[in-house]
Each structure stands twice: as C-alpha cells, then as structure tokens.
C-alpha cells in the first residue's frame, strides 16, 4: 500500500436516535443464512445487497493469488471481468443490477502509483458492470486512475478521479490530486468542491435524490467528512473530540460512518446537522456502521479488545447480536454486515466458516414477512438466543484487514488505523 493508502477503517457502527418516525417490527426476526461462497479461494465479501436479494462484492480467486468483482442471483456467484489485470473489485450495485467498482489493466501506473491499493502498481480505472460485462469505463480528471465507490438506481456513481496536477502534500509514490466526483447516468464527470480548499476528496456514496457523503482533506491532515446537497459541500463536523468518516446515506438523508481518534472508533449517526455516537454491543470496545435502509434500520459490526468482530442489526435504539438471531448450528459465525441491509430486511456481510477457517460472503433473510406498523413496540434488548463469541485466528483477522481495506481505500487522506 502506497502512503496515501486509507485503511484505517475496518469497521464502522451506529446509534440512531432519530427525530423522524421508524415503523419497525416490534422484535428483531430470525434469519435463515445464506453462504455465498466465493470464486475459488478462501475470502469474499459483500458490498451490497437490492431489493432483489441480488448481491455484489469481491473474492479471492484459487490459492488467494488474486481478487475479483462478483454478481451473486439465486445462488450462482459470477466472476466480473478486469479490464486485463490481475484484480477488480466490486463495490454496491442498483435494482438494475448494475454493479460499481475498478478494474486493473495492464499496463503500469505511468507515475509509479498503487492506486487501488492491490500492490501491483497498475492503471486502475472505475467501472460498472452489468449481465456479466464491463458497460462503462468512466473517465477521468485528466489523470490516470479514478474509483468508483457506489451507483444509485439513477446511475449517478460516486468516488473519486485523479488530475494531473502535483500534490506536494503527499510523498512518492503519490504524486497527484485525486479529487471527489459523481458521474451521470451518462458516464460523464462532474468534480465536486471540497471543504477549506483542501486538495484532495472521494465521495463515498450518493442515494436516490442525488445527495451525496463522502471526505475531503489532504495526505496526512485537515480530514473532514462531507455532505453535498445540489453540489455544495457541508462540513459534518465533529462529535465528542472525533472526526466524522461517513460511507453510507439513505434516502432520508440520514448519515452514517465512524468517529474516530488515533485511539479508537465508534458509530456515529448525523442527521439534520448532529451527529450522534452510536456505542457498541455489551462488553465490546469498538463499532462499526456499514448502512441505513429507508426504514432506519442500521447494520454494521462491533469489536472486542481483541478485535475479534461480530455482526449486529440495530433499530429502535436497540443493538443486537445478529447471531443470536440465526440458527444455532449455522455454517458461519456472522462477522460484519459489509454489504448493508436493503428495505425487505435482508442483510448481506461477511462471515467466519469455522470448519475451514476461510471468510465468506453470507445473505441473512428475515423468516417473517411482518409488515412494519405504526403501532409497533419496540425491540426488546437481548432478544434472540445467547450467541458465543469466537476467537478469530490471527491469519483470518490479517485477511480481514487486508481485503476489507478496499472497501474504504483512498490514496492520500492518510489517517493512522485505529
């Protein structure tokens, strides 16, 4: 990983003390789990999941030598294609299926960058996929690599595209600016303004309405988390001393991401100009939040001292183990719910196979189909059975790590891992 390389988020959570109504089932439901596998090595994860119990991700292809985009539909994983690199990886896709990510070419970054962080110092551009095929290789500000973070169901995709001008803020192999963008459903690009002049920015996700959350800064310093409205950027701020790191906006406008300081990270929620720290399941140090639905419902993960990780569903202020809410004798000890949660309650992520010792993606589908209601009681605490903890190996937490920091890879932006 070059040196604006941001890993530093491997894992994100939430609180959500909303002012606006959530009707929600009165308790959380039992899930049914799904594994998805993987495209033949030992790691996958999701990215997200629609509607359709589609799902998008990356996995490591046989012996680990490599990493690929994916599409997942009613139990087939299919392999997206790299624009002839070894890598790709696939971030969230829409209702149409379309999946947003980058794909590696040959040919070696001209400035010696590593642009998508995979350590081979190749050209990495954004693009969508569709039907098993790379449909759009969106442009960039004149420079050589851009990201493609995230496409909403108007085809606007969100991430980041590097200029051509030098950036004395960073240390080879960085070189240039990279700056946040939306492309249309078009393809064409459109440079958003960044907060305080700062040089460098990404944009993280956009929803429906074209409303957008993502960071600005540069290589090392002055890091803020962002809110465009119409294109004008909004300063989240800071919560209790920490700064704000969002990547995910629902239709509401709800945001959330991690607060954090060299020290640690925490959830937070910011809506209507506050943002609220959002804590952690019982006896954890640590949280992360990975995605709001419409409904308020929120997923993500939470950590131990030891870092061992579990996946919770959160929703009417109550957080909740998600693998006491699964079968006892279930394949997969669920980890962290990376690929969000859609309206129908469905929820994709990452879990631990203890029989091999390898990390998959997993789709987790309410057995109810409640209707959710105004009249709804809360959740109760606890509810679900007492779930064990697991001891993740060492060599499964490095994985982890490692895989996961794509999700949040930017160049520059450099921010000490909590």
């Not at 959530?22 to 030992?42: E, F, H, K, N, S």
């Not at 991401?257 to 209507?272: D, K, N, V």
């Not at 998600?322 to 929820?347: H, M, Q, Y």
Request: net charge negative.
């Amino acid at each position: 990983m070059q040196s604006r390389t941001l890993t530093c988020i491997t894992a994100m959570t939430l609180f959500a003390a909303l002012a606006m109504p959530i009707y929600l089932a009165a308790q959380p439901p039992q899930y049914t789990v799904i594994d998805l596998g993987t495209l033949g090595g030992t790691f996958s994860f999701a990215g997200v999941v629609n509607n359709h119990a589609w799902v998008s991700g990356s996995s490591t292809l046989p012996d680990d030598t490599a990493v690929h985009a994916f599409f997942w539909k009613s139990g087939t994983m299919s392999n997206l294609p790299t624009l002839g690199g070894p890598n790709s990886a696939g971030f969230p896709l829409n209702e149409r299926g379309e999946v947003s990510g980058v794909a590696e070419t040959s040919t070696k970054d001209p400035l010696g960058e590593d642009p998508c962080g995979f350590g081979t110092f190749l050209i990495c551009l954004p693009v969508t996929w569709q039907d098993g095929v790379i449909t759009n290789i969106l442009p960039t500000l004149g420079g050589a690599n851009g990201f493609a973070r995230e496409i909403n169901n108007r085809g606007e995709v969100a991430g980041f595209a590097e200029n051509t001008t030098h950036d004395p803020t960073c240390t080879p192999p960085s070189v240039v600016q990279f700056k946040p963008v939306l492309w249309d459903n078009g393809g064409q690009i459109h440079e958003l303004p960044t907060v305080g002049g700062d040089p460098d920015g990404i944009v993280f996700a956009v929803n429906d309405k074209g409303q957008a959350v993502g960071q600005t800064g540069n290589c090392f310093t002055s890091l803020h988390g962002v809110f465009w409205q119409q294109g004008t950027p909004t300063d989240l701020g800071s919560v209790e001393g920490l700064q704000l790191f969002p990547v995910y906006i629902n239709n509401q406008a709800q945001v959330v991401g991690t607060a954090f300081s060299p020290a640690t990270f925490i959830a937070f929620l910011w809506q209507r100009g506050v943002a609220t720290i959002l804590g952690t399941l019982p006896g954890d140090v640590a949280s992360t939040a990975d995605g709001i639905n419409n409904k308020g419902q929120v997923v993500g993960g939470s950590f131990d001292r030891n870092g061992n990780e579990r996946a919770f569903i959160w929703q009417n202020g109550v957080m909740t183990d998600l693998n006491s809410l699964v079968p006892a004798d279930s394949s997969l000890f669920l980890l962290e719910a990376t690929g969000k949660i859609n309206s129908r309650g469905e929820i994709a992520g990452i879990g631990f196979q203890s029989s091999t010792g390898e990390v998959h993606a997993f789709l987790a589908t309410p057995n109810n189909d409640e209707v959710a209601s105004q009249n709804a009681t809360p959740v109760v605490a606890g509810a679900g059975r007492q779930s064990p903890r697991v001891a993740l190996p060492e060599n499964v937490r490095k994985a982890l790590r490692q895989q996961l920091g794509h999700r949040y890879h930017i160049p520059g932006l450099g921010m000490g891992t909590p």
